[in-house]
């Protein structure tokens, strides 16, 4: 389950995820992977965070910008209203780009979404408290004893997880700004959301740490979007 960032808007999408049994740390969660490449198969809804883009250029030692030229399309969120790069499925085949025969070709770099699979996480953007949740019916086969720590660990879910859910919160505030400016129709829309688009996916050094780079980029952007859209800081 991939959703763009911000509040989502769609009731139904909300309630049908408050009625998913929620993990707690120590819970019993025996899954492993199976390495069947099915949840790779007729991907067309992998969204990914500035994070995402991020692990990716770095593994690929490649910019952020390329990366998102070469594999992502760019979208407007229907209700965050946010800019969001999707991973473009193969044409020939409409699975992910990086699915090789059965295989992920950027394993160690892989998305948040892929790592969790097939738990889902919601994160309530006003306290950055994270959830998480199986979809069910679960693939894969099983691990015995063990728990949702040890498979956040062992994705390397729990190293990035400060930096996602500070991601969600930051995603959630922008499009609440833009929303309360008016949305498509103010008449800066435009530029407002091509700087936020940099400031989120593209302004990134991947020699550096991307967690201080992200602080930095909101800290620059905030009274650049307020003085686009003409609202207070
Ligand atoms: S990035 Fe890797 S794990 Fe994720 S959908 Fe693509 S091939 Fe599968
Ligand atoms: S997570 Fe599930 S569907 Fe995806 S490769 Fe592993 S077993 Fe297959």
């Not at 952020?64 to 800019?83: D, Q």
């Amino acid at each position: 389950m991939s959703l763009e960032p911000g509040r989502t808007g769609e009731p139904e999408l909300k309630a049908a995820l408050d009625q998913c049994p929620r993990l707690k740390p120590g819970d019993e969660f025996p899954f492993a992977c199976a390495g069947c490449g099915d949840c790779c198969r007729n991907r067309r809804d992998l969204v990914l965070s500035g994070l995402d883009l991020y692990r990716l250029a770095r593994w690929m030692r490649l910019g952020p910008r390329t990366v998102a030229e070469a594999f992502c399309r760019r979208e407007i969120g229907a209700a965050s209203l946010l800019p969001v790069l999707v991973l473009r499925p193969s044409a020939r085949t409409g699975d992910c780009p990086f699915l090789e025969g059965d295989g992920c070709a950027v394993h160690p770099a892989r998305p948040l979404a892929c790592a969790l699979y097939p738990l889902g996480q919601s994160i309530d953007p006003d306290t950055a408290r994270v959830e998480y949740f199986p979809q069910l019916p679960l693939c894969g086969t099983t691990a015995p004893g063990r728990t949702l720590s040890d498979y956040l660990e062992h994705s390397g879910v729990t190293e990035r997880a400060g930096a996602d859910a500070s991601w969600a919160v930051e995603c959630t505030r922008l499009s609440d700004l833009l929303r309360a400016a008016g949305g498509r129709e103010h008449p800066r829309f435009a530029p407002a959301v091509r700087r936020i688009e940099r400031a989120l996916y593209y302004d990134y050094s991947t020699r550096d740490e991307f967690y201080p780079q992200f602080r930095e980029n909101l800290d620059t952007l905030y009274p650049v979007v307020c003085k686009l859209l003409g609202i207070a800081p």
